[in-house]
């Protein structure tokens, strides 16, 4: 008498089952898409700034931009603050532009932050914290995040700092 296992079969629904659950629970944290990569067009971020109105990515277009997601309260980040100013002062009038994304649940935290640290760029809020659209469109867990954007829209560079930022934005600028 031939019999014939069933262990592939079951081991291939437990599989597929496994893997529902885990593409589920992804999904439920906010973290399913994933970040752009070099070489990808940088989806489009559009939202408030300081003054109420709308700073659109896609304005932007033309420019090397440098897109910096940051919050008041995030220690790294705002130490990070005083590197980008350096950056933004030396190469500003050269064609590059940086749009602040920040993830303050309260504008006035977000707009004393601005001011203190003295971001003279372009700034914008997405006030919902780690639910926020901006964030997920670009595969954020974690702040400070970058994105380097070249002048057609493609991301070139992500989280680069130091020199490697600095490099990277003068070899776009050429």
Request: hydrophobic letters at 40%; a positive charge.
């Amino acid at each position: 008498m031939h019999t014939t296992s069933r262990f592939p079969v079951r081991r291939g629904l437990h599989l597929l089952l496994l893997t529902a659950v885990l593409t589920a629970a992804v999904g439920l944290t906010g973290f399913s898409q994933s970040r752009p990569k070099a070489g990808q067009p940088a989806p489009d971020v559009s939202l408030p700034g300081p003054d109420g109105k709308t700073v659109k990515l896609s304005d932007l277009k033309g420019t090397v931009v440098l897109i910096d997601f940051w919050a008041s309260w995030c220690g790294p980040c705002r130490r990070n603050n005083p590197h980008l100013v350096k950056l933004y002062k030396k190469y500003h009038g050269k064609g590059l532009e940086i749009l602040g994304v920040s993830l303050d649940e309260k504008d006035q935290d977000w707009k004393t932050a601005v001011q203190q640290d003295g971001l003279g760029w372009l700034q914008v809020n997405d006030n919902k914290g780690w639910n926020a659209s901006s964030a997920a469109s670009y595969g954020v867990d974690a702040i400070p995040a970058s994105f380097l954007i070249d002048k057609e829209g493609v991301v070139r560079g992500v989280d680069l700092v130091g020199w490697d930022l600095e490099s990277a934005i003068k070899k776009l600028l050429k």
